[in-house]
């Protein structure tokens, strides 16, 4: 998962971020506001924002921009100042969790892995390399721009989520889609395929010869 870590104080920066490669995630450090502000349209999953910034953005600049153009994206400030006032405006600004200064790098990674839990796991989002799929609103966003699927595009989607890293056969997706009384070619099935790499060429979807297809 991809983390964007904003902390003007280069020596705990780097500290976290050594924590943060070690667990495995994505991550990139901004060390003053204005620089992270050209990023908040990025698709990341996670935001640690410190408050307090050199320069004329802080993390309530940074947050009020992020959820403008990414409100899927998860936040966590840190903060050196006053801990009530700023956990309050902090929570209510929509940030998921806060930590209050000076805090040990564990305890961020544990706060850090159970808001990326809840966002997993929040339901009819599924997240597919760098998409974000809203299962509700049949919404796919990749960085900033929304994926336009037809209506068979994205069940034929759908039935690769569901079955991830099984081999499909193409009779299967064709009764999904088209309906067991189908009369045509299972052509269609291949015409439909490519259209939909087209549009969404992150899937890694494997061609299995004789036999159908699987979504690695």
């Given amino acids: 998962m991809k983390i964007y870590y904003v902390e003007d104080e280069k020596d ?4 976290i971020r050594k924590y943060l490669v070690r667990e495995n995630y994505d991550v990139t450090v901004f060390y003053d506001g204005e620089t992270a502000m050209q990023h908040v349209g990025d698709n990341v999953d996670l935001w640690i924002l ?26 966590i400030f840190t903060s050196a100042r006053d801990q009530a006032l700023d956990k309050i405006k902090g929570l209510e600004l929509g940030s998921d969790d806060y930590l209050a200064k000076p805090y040990s790098p564990r305890e961020l990674i544990l706060r850090v892995k159970a808001v990326l839990k809840r ?6 989002l599924v997240n597919y390399s ?5 299962l509700d609103s049949r919404e796919i966003r990749h960085n900033d721009q929304i994926i336009e699927l037809t209506n068979k595009e994205f069940e034929m989607l759908l039935v690769f989520l569901k079955n991830k890293q099984q081999p499909i056969e193409r009779k299967i997706l064709l009764n ?3 309906g067991e009384n189908y009369v ?3 052509r269609v099935v291949d015409d439909l395929l490519r259209r939909l790499r087209a549009k969404m060429p992150l899937l890694r979807i494997e061609t299995i010869y004789g036999f159908g297809y699987r979504l690695l």
């Fill in 119 to 124: 966002k997993t796991q929040r339901p009819g």
């Fill in 176 to 178: 999904a889609i088209w």
């Fill in 184 to 186: 045509g070619s299972d």
């Fill in 50 to 75: 410190d408050i307090m910034l050199t320069g004329k953005v802080d993390g309530f600049d940074l947050i009020n921009a992020i959820h403008e153009k990414n409100p899927d994206a998860a936040v």
């Fill in 12 to 15: 705990l920066s780097e500290i």
């Fill in 130 to 134: 760098e998409y974000q799929i809203s």
